[in-house]
């Protein structure tokens, strides 16, 4: 069936390094895949995506790029803000016309100053 | 971009009663979607809320417990019927849009069955 995996967390990082958060997915076909990120106390905010093989999805300083070859979506920012503490999910839909996603558990990104 | 709304915010109920839970989108949209978010869990589809028809339910969710009405294209709710400390939860709408089906999702409403 459909699945996503992320790195677990929690993910501590000190500001201004490099963050990856890991993604990888199991699905038939060529699904869509996204990041959402959930800051405390707040719904889900869509954070980028990438529709077919080879993209790369940007926003706020973050990227993924869609590696069928690998089934990944790992996520990416250079240089980490405090700001940027939340808890990040990797989601994949298979099919538009149901619109139904499929989320990874989570990944908790604590950034300290 | 839509902008979409839930109520209430968060409740506090006791175990065997009922809650309805409100969603609003300021414009007229095709799809929405009732999630549920347990505690430090990722989110679970709960089923798609259709205009003028039935809602279709994701395995392991039925309509006795999670009735959801669809009666415009700006308006759904989902009431959790006969509730139980297992229901204590984070329920979340969304709706579709965009070029590439995008998915927005509402603020969320904070349940706690004590």
């Known amino acids: 069936g459909n699945s996503v995996t992320q790195m677990e967390g929690p993910v501590t990082l000190s500001e201004e390094a490099f963050l990856t958060i890991n993604c990888t997915y199991t699905a038939t076909g060529y699904p869509s895949l996204f990041w959402y990120v959930q800051y405390p106390g707040e719904g889900l905010q869509l954070l980028l995506k990438a529709t077919k093989a080879d993209d790369k999805g940007s926003n706020k300083g973050f990227e993924a790029t869609y590696r069928k070859e690998t089934t990944s979506f790992h996520l990416e920012k250079g240089s980490v803000q405090v700001s940027d503490s939340a808890v990040y999910f990797c989601?994949?839909?298979?099919?538009?016309?149901?619109?139904?996603?499929?989320f990874g558990q989570g990944t908790t990104l604590q950034v300290k100053p | 971009s839509a902008v979409i709304s839930q109520k209430p915010s968060r409740d506090i109920c006791q175990r065997g009663t009922s809650l309805t839970i409100q969603c609003q989108v300021d414009s007229q949209v095709t799809m929405m979607f009732w999630y549920r978010q347990q505690p430090g869990q990722s989110l679970t589809l709960i089923a798609t809320?259709?205009?003028?028809?039935?809602?279709?339910?994701e395995s392991g969710f039925v309509i006795d417990k999670f009735p959801i009405s669809r009666p415009n294209l700006t308006f759904s709710t989902l009431t959790v019927s006969n509730m139980s400390p297992e229901d204590s939860s984070i329920y979340l709408c969304?709706?579709?849009?965009?070029?590439?089906?995008?998915?927005?999702f509402g603020p969320g409403t904070r349940l706690t069955v004590l």
């Open positions: 969304s709706f579709m849009s965009g070029r590439h089906n995008e998915q927005f």
């Open positions: 809320a259709n205009q003028g028809s039935e809602a279709t339910y």
């Open positions: 989601a994949l839909q298979r099919s538009s016309n149901t619109g139904k996603l499929i």
